[in-house]
């Protein structure tokens, strides 16, 4: 059966915050077709209207669907960027993830997307992990049981908060092994080739 995968898009979200779980979760399609098989993830951005959404950076992307077109996904993924905390205010799209995690098998964020998910209510209570910078303005708001740091991403139960941006690429590679089998979410990786090695890490 094909997971249905919603990411949420919103003027001044981040673009790799969800691009890079948007990689990953395509590239699943790509390498269960190469063994033979049909695609096992359905993935969608969705947004509060049809019209282009304005990143962080600039990048313009086309939702596929609106939030009153979307109903239930097995998996929600909440971005962040500077357009989060306007969406923490936002009283429909903080209704529309409570409605939609209620009935989702896994609920998710990267970055500052936690900041929607302990908004809305499903991480209230839980433990999470978010951008460093925000670590301590997200404890501030007393809504997590507790905001971890230094950790690439953390589970409570079907919630799973990833780190700041890039940290999404490895939250997703997890949950797509827990999707499917560590060795299937291995190849995805190795798809992309995706094996971090950063430039300057060794200077001190």
């Given at each position: 059966?094909?997971?249905?995968?919603?990411i949420?898009?919103?003027?001044?979200?981040?673009?790799?915050?969800?691009?890079?779980?948007?990689?990953?979760?395509?590239?699943?399609?790509?390498?269960?077709?190469?063994?033979?098989?049909?695609?096992?993830?359905?993935?969608?951005?969705?947004?509060?209207?049809?019209?282009?959404?304005?990143?962080?950076?600039?990048?313009?992307?086309?939702?596929?669907?609106?939030?009153?077109?979307?109903?239930?996904?097995?998996?929600?993924?909440?971005?962040?960027?500077?357009?989060?905390?306007?969406?923490?205010?936002?009283?429909?799209?903080?209704?529309?993830?409570?409605?939609?995690?209620?009935?989702?098998?896994?609920?998710?964020?990267?970055?500052?997307?936690?900041?929607?998910?302990?908004?809305?209510?499903?991480?209230?209570?839980?433990r999470?992990?978010?951008?460093?910078?925000?670590?301590?303005?997200?404890?501030?708001?007393?809504?997590?049981?507790?905001?971890?740091?230094?950790?690439?991403?953390?589970?409570?139960?079907?919630?799973?908060?990833?780190?700041?941006?890039?940290?999404?690429?490895?939250?997703?590679?997890?949950?797509?092994?827990?999707?499917?089998?560590?060795?299937?979410?291995?190849?995805v990786?190795?798809?992309?080739?995706?094996?971090?090695?950063?430039?300057?890490?060794?200077?001190?």
């Amino acid at each position: 059966m094909t997971i249905s995968i919603g990411i949420f898009v919103f003027d001044g979200v981040e673009e790799l915050d969800f691009v890079g779980p948007w990689e990953v979760f395509t590239m699943a399609n790509a390498v269960s077709q190469h063994l033979g098989k049909g695609p096992v993830h359905d993935v969608k951005l969705i947004a509060d209207r049809h019209q282009p959404v304005v990143c962080a950076k600039g990048l313009r992307v086309l939702p596929d669907l609106t939030m009153d077109q979307c109903l239930r996904l097995d998996v929600l993924l909440i971005p962040g960027g500077q357009g989060a905390r306007r969406e923490a205010e936002n009283r429909m799209a903080l209704a529309w993830i409570a409605n939609i995690a209620h009935k989702a098998k896994w609920v998710t964020s990267v970055c500052t997307g936690a900041l929607l998910l302990t908004a809305a209510g499903p991480a209230r209570g839980k433990r999470v992990t978010t951008h460093w910078s925000f670590v301590e303005a997200l404890r501030a708001r007393g809504e997590a049981a507790e905001v971890l740091e230094h950790h690439r991403y953390v589970q409570d139960g079907n919630i799973v908060t990833a780190a700041g941006v890039s940290a999404g690429i490895d939250m997703a590679l997890w949950l797509t092994g827990q999707m499917h089998t560590p060795d299937f979410a291995r190849a995805v990786q190795r798809g992309m080739e995706y094996d971090p090695a950063p430039p300057y890490g060794s200077e001190v």
